[in-house]
């Protein structure tokens, strides 16, 4: 399985938008999800959103509910590439983004689930 991190990172005013977007490739038969996780400076890493490969199914942190858009496209199904749509941005979403895929278990507040990783790209708000 690779992870990379395509593109859609910069420097936005808050208010602004910026659109994620991450391959992953190669046997993706046992990988149950794709996430996005962030790190700020000095902080902890944190899961932000994840999808179900096969279902879609969606779930997002509080922080972010109904400013980001977590999707993924109808790939072949040795790669498929996810978005993660930043609406509404605030200084407190700079970071660090990461992409990363889990077989087993989804939930983004254990990043130790996610096996795959991908770095980047970096976001900065500024107000």
């Known amino acids: 399985i690779q992870v990379a991190v395509e593109s859609g990172g910069g420097s936005v005013q808050a208010g602004g938008s910026l659109r994620l977007s991450c391959v992953v490739s190669?046997?993706?038969?046992?990988?149950?999800?794709v996430a996005w996780f962030r790190q700020a400076p000095g902080k902890e890493r944190e899961g932000v959103a994840r999808?179900?490969?096969?279902?879609?199914?969606?779930?997002?942190?509080d922080s972010v509910k109904g400013r980001f858009t977590i999707s993924r496209d109808n790939a072949p199904s040795d790669k498929v590439t996810v978005y993660l749509q930043t609406d509404g941005l605030k200084s407190g979403d700079t970071g660090m983004y990461y992409c990363?895929?889990?077989?087993?278990?989804?939930?983004?507040?254990?990043?130790?689930?996610?096996?795959?990783w991908g770095q980047g790209p970096q976001v900065n708000v500024s107000s």
């Open positions: 990363a895929a889990a077989q087993y278990y989804c939930d983004i507040s254990y990043g130790a689930n996610y096996m795959y």
């Open positions: 190669g046997n993706l038969y046992h990988q149950n999800c």
């Open positions: 999808i179900y490969t096969v279902s879609s199914r969606t779930y997002y942190d």
